[in-house]
């Protein structure tokens, strides 16, 4: 584990790229993400029945995947509860040995509100959108006086 | 085509007691692990804690969505606190819309979770989309 310090507000730029985050998807995290989350729904976990279900086998969960996002935001912001609001649409399926890339955008910043607002998505390997329309958008604690009493 | 009536039917899910081996279970999971000093869960665990929702409404006999055509299509969050460990947190669910678009059935469902104080917790809005066979 490592840890990070919080992202001030002050350094946050309107059109700032954010650090990019790549995952490898494999049947295992499938599998352990089924038993995290509970939803052992059989798409995700038996081979035959996603196939019966006219999948090109087990894929992953969209949740999974909207973690990553997730992830990608919180890494670069340093504290996981400033995230106010996630969304996002999963535009396409991911299955195992897929290499997925999450790129974030801060759209806009609001200096009244302390509000930061980002675009999302992820592509896979052969640069197709697995999640778009993706947004997510942060508050930042108050300003800290920088004056001291006397 | 499932039946249109069934809008506003809701499920409550029992109360999801948050343990620390639930959160880093779930981050192993996902591959988030960092530590921020304090254990947070990250934000998209509201699934974890709101999945029951989810299940009753896809193992519902009555309303018999064909869940094994059904696939996540959108997902939408409003987080208005942390959750940590010894949260116990309810989510309701509710069948808001039953819509079609082509040869496709779209499912919103919402969800609402709230602490033991009732104090809200978090929102959000699931898109399923129910492909024909």
């Known amino acids: 584990m490592k840890t990070m310090k919080a992202l ?3 350094d ?3 059109g700032q790229a954010l650090p990019s985050l790549t995952k490898h998807v494999t049947v295992e995290q499938i599998r352990q993400y089924a038993e995290a989350s509970g939803d052992r729904n059989p798409i995700h976990l038996d081979e035959t029945f996603a196939r019966s279900a006219g999948l090109p086998g087990v894929i992953a969960h969209g949740m999974l995947t909207m973690a990553f996002a997730n992830q990608a935001v919180t890494d670069w912001l340093g504290d996981r509860s400033l995230l106010k609001r996630l969304q996002g649409r999963f535009a396409g399926m991911v299955v195992p040995g ?5 790129s974030g ?3 806009s910043k609001d200096d009244a509100t302390r509000r930061v607002v ?3 998505v992820v592509t896979n390997q052969r640069g197709e959108k697995v ?3 993706g947004v997510a958008e942060a508050e930042f604690p108050p300003q800290r006086s920088t004056t001291h009493a006397a | 085509m499932t039946d249109a009536r069934w809008v506003g039917r809701s499920y409550e899910t029992p109360p999801y007691q948050v343990t620390e081996q639930s959160i880093r279970d779930y981050m192993e999971a996902v591959g988030d692990v960092r530590d921020d000093g304090e254990l947070l869960a990250p934000p ?3 699934m974890v804690y709101g999945f029951d929702a989810f299940w009753q409404l896809w193992t519902d006999q009555e309303v018999a969505l064909d869940v094994a055509h059904l696939v996540h299509g959108e997902q939408r969050f409003s987080f208005q606190r942390p959750v940590r460990p010894g949260d116990r947190i309810r989510t309701t669910g509710r069948l808001t819309a039953i819509n079609t678009r082509g040869d496709m059935e779209l499912v919103t469902f919402d969800l609402n979770a709230i602490d033991e104080q ?4 978090s929102d959000g809005i699931a898109l399923f989309i129910i492909r024909k066979p």
Do not use: G
């Open chain 2, 118 to 121: 009732d104090r809200p917790v």
């Open chain 1, 8 to 10: 001030d507000f002050e």
């Open chain 2, 44 to 46: 998209t665990y509201a």
């Open chain 1, 12 to 14: 946050v730029r309107q």
């Open chain 1, 98 to 102: 897929d290499d997925v890339t999450c």
């Open chain 1, 105 to 107: 955008t801060v759209a």
């Open chain 1, 118 to 120: 980002i675009n999302l």
């Open chain 1, 131 to 133: 999640f778009n329309k």
